[in-house]
């Protein structure tokens, strides 16, 4: 599924779909990778139903007490992250990776030297084949 950002906020992202809808999806807590924040939005853009098939009417009123269905006793249970998960999602900008490189091109290593240097914390912190682990419990992981 493809999707364009339109406009970008501190609680929002608002977003258009090729269909021609459009969704404003609200910021979540955390940093979510690329996949994790394309799966959000996402779930703002369900699969579209032919006006056929739309079981209102303009100016009906609903009232939904029924049951749904998802499970209301089936908790949430957060995702895992793998080793390279974990240090992407911690890892610098890349637009700020660029502009240090740039700089460094250009003979001022500074920035370079702080960017690599906060790469290579990340990778002593998360070394390759650190167990899976959930959001939370990297970040208490993180505060240890």
Known sequence: MKFTVREISDKDITVDFPDGTWAVVPAVKGVLSKSELCEWVLEFN?????????????????????????????????????????????????????????????????????????ILEIKTTIPKGLKPMTRAELSEFLLK
């Open 46 to 118: 369900p699969p579209q139903v032919s006006w056929e098939q739309m079981p209102f009417h303009a100016g009906d009123e609903i009232v939904f007490d029924g049951p749904t269905n998802k499970p209301a006793d089936e908790p949430y249970v957060e995702p895992k992250m793998g080793y390279k998960e974990m240090r992407k999602s911690l890892y610098p900008d890349l637009n700020k990776q660029m502009d240090a490189a740039y700089w460094a091109r250009q003979g001022d290593t500074k920035q370079q030297e702080e960017i690599d240097a906060a």
